[in-house]
């Protein structure tokens, strides 16, 4: 089980901030096409991955990074501090 | 080093008087406040979302990187989450050094660096409705100078 979590639109396009997702998926890459298979709004949340970044364990990763011993995983748009 | 999140309102010349004060050995402070834009009337609220931990890890890392970089006394990093009106300070930080120069440079390189790795995503919300504000090509190449 690893906590997945969603920010800004991702997470409103979802619908949820977290959820617990059940996966044996062995890269991020490999999750997104796992949740976008789930329903529609994954789909959509997931249609483009450029407009994406992803955090595992609350650092920044890539898409191909390995999910191994990994507990948190967000997706988000790029940030937009300052 | 100090960093801070926090929902709650600052003020800026307080905690640069309180910087000031705490720091050793400086010859030069700079600050810098980022305050809301209404963009003429465009924007009523700014609506600021963060990744709780996530957002103190990334901004602690960077500061570090300025430390590493620029002899820096102190360095202080606040940046404020949820709604805020136009006019109110969203983000400050300030930078401590021997000599000017590396003061305003870590402060710049601060800046750029919590713009796009610092886990913040902003929401104007105007007359029109609301909307994500959309990252700019120029705050990514504005790393490339470091």
Known sequence: MIDVLYFAWVRERIGLPREKVETRAPTVAALVEELKAREERYALAFADLSALRVALDQELASFDAPLAGVREVAFFPPMTGG | ?146
Not at chain 2, 64 to 88: C, M, Y
């Open chain 2, 1 to 146: 080093m100090r960093v801070a999140v926090q929902s709650a309102p600052f003020d800026p010349g307080a905690e640069a008087t309180a910087f000031a004060a705490s720091v050793q050995g400086a010859g030069a402070i700079v600050t810098f406040t980022g305050l809301v834009r209404d963009d003429g009337g465009r924007i009523a609220a700014m609506e600021i979302e963060h990744y709780p931990g996530m957002t103190e890890r990334a901004i602690a890392a960077i500061a570090e990187k300025a430390a590493g970089r620029w002899p820096l006394s102190d360095v202080l990093v606040i940046h404020r989450h949820g709604r805020l009106v136009p006019g109110e300070p969203i983000m400050m930080v300030a930078t401590a050094a021997p000599h000017r120069g590396d003061a305003f440079a870590a402060a710049e390189f601060l800046m750029d660096w919590l713009k796009s790795r610092a886990p913040f995503w902003k929401k104007e919300i105007g007359p029109g409705g609301a909307e994500w504000v959309a990252a700019k090509d120029a705050d990514e190449d504005a790393l490339d100078r470091w």
